[in-house]
């Protein structure tokens, strides 16, 4: 958040989203949560700057959690081997990858909240097997309805998908690991005026003029294609975590389309199909129960966003 570009890995020059860290104050707020510690993984922008901005988002928010650097590119389209047909695919490994094992030999009960491209995620199972089958569950903010993605009558894109493709498909081909997806539908339904963002950035309270400022260069590219609404799409697989009553999941299956990152949603896609003969593994959360549910969401991330 705060970066004016630098957008899908540094390979556009608009703005990066600011949702991730707009998500952040409501797991500070929850009762009964315990943040093991944050990773960050490329995608909304390049790494280190995105570690830059994460930390003064942490530090605005007076959040005392670890925060470590993952993954600053994609994983390769498939499993690279050296000269002599060695895998290669734990180099893969950084501290927020070894962070993760490390946290979940010690702990049971642990919940990834995956809110970016799965590149970390694909690399734990990838690199540490043993350890990532003691992850309790995923919840992930990827997937749609099969067909094409589309916000406000213009074609988007499963950013979290099309950034890594082949993380996808490890998570759900190469594990056992129960998989939640929260999908376009249900992520995309909980938009918010975006007008929201200069409220904020004219506060009297730090916190959120802080995150009012730092918003504003994605908002404006945003309203200049999407138009005056924008949902906060982070902040719905946390919601899901914390409320699933607010929520219509069922069991699935899926479809993936794998090709190189970084291409529109017309060249690979990750669908999830609602089908009770699924073995419930994978469960797709496809929209939320009502409309009061969203303004629950949408209003406690808004509040947990003030700050003294
Ligand atoms: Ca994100």
Not at 6 to 28: C, E, H, K, Q, V
Not at 45 to 59: F, H, N, T
Not at 139 to 160: E, M, Q, W
Not at 174 to 186: D, G, H, R, Y
């Amino acid at each position: 958040m705060g970066l004016t570009s630098g957008n899908a890995n540094g390979t556009m020059p608009t703005p990066s989203d600011y949702d991730d860290t707009w998500a952040l104050p409501l797991l500070r707020d929850a009762p009964n949560v315990n943040v093991l510690g944050i990773v960050v993984t490329m995608g909304n922008g390049p790494l280190a700057q995105e570690m830059v901005v994460a930390r003064e988002s942490l530090d605005k928010l007076k959040m005392d959690v670890p925060l470590f650097a993952g993954a600053a590119t994609w994983l390769p389209m498939v499993a690279t081997e050296d000269y002599a047909g060695v895998d290669l695919s734990s180099s893969c490994v950084n501290d927020g990858v070894r962070f993760m094992a490390d946290a979940l030999g010690k702990n049971s009960d642990v919940t990834i909240l995956a809110t970016g491209p799965m590149t970390d995620v694909a690399c734990l199972i990838l690199a540490y097997p043993d350890e990532a089958s003691n992850i309790k569950e995923i919840v992930a903010l990827i997937g749609g309805k099969p067909g094409p993605v589309i916000y406000s009558g213009k074609p988007a894109r499963d950013f979290n998908y099309s950034l890594d493709p082949r993380a996808l498909s490890v998570i759900l081909d190469e594990s056992k690991i129960p998989f939640t997806a929260v999908t376009f539908e249900a992520s995309s339904s909980a938009a918010m005026p975006t007008d929201i963002v200069r409220k904020l950035a004219a506060s009297s309270d730090p916190t959120e003029a802080y995150f009012g400022r730092a918003s504003q260069a994605y908002t404006d590219w945003w309203e200049s294609i999407f138009g005056p609404t924008k949902p906060i799409w982070d902040a719905v697989p946390v919601w899901k975590y914390l409320h699933p009553e607010d929520f219509d999941c069922a069991p699935a299956r899926y479809e993936l389309q794998l090709g190189p990152p970084n291409l529109g949603s017309d060249k690979t896609h990750d669908w999830f199909i609602a089908d009770p003969k699924a073995d419930g593994r994978v469960t797709a959360c496809m929209s939320f129960v009502d409309q009061a549910a969203i303004d629950r969401m949408n209003d406690a991330v808004l509040s947990s966003l003030g700050g003294d």
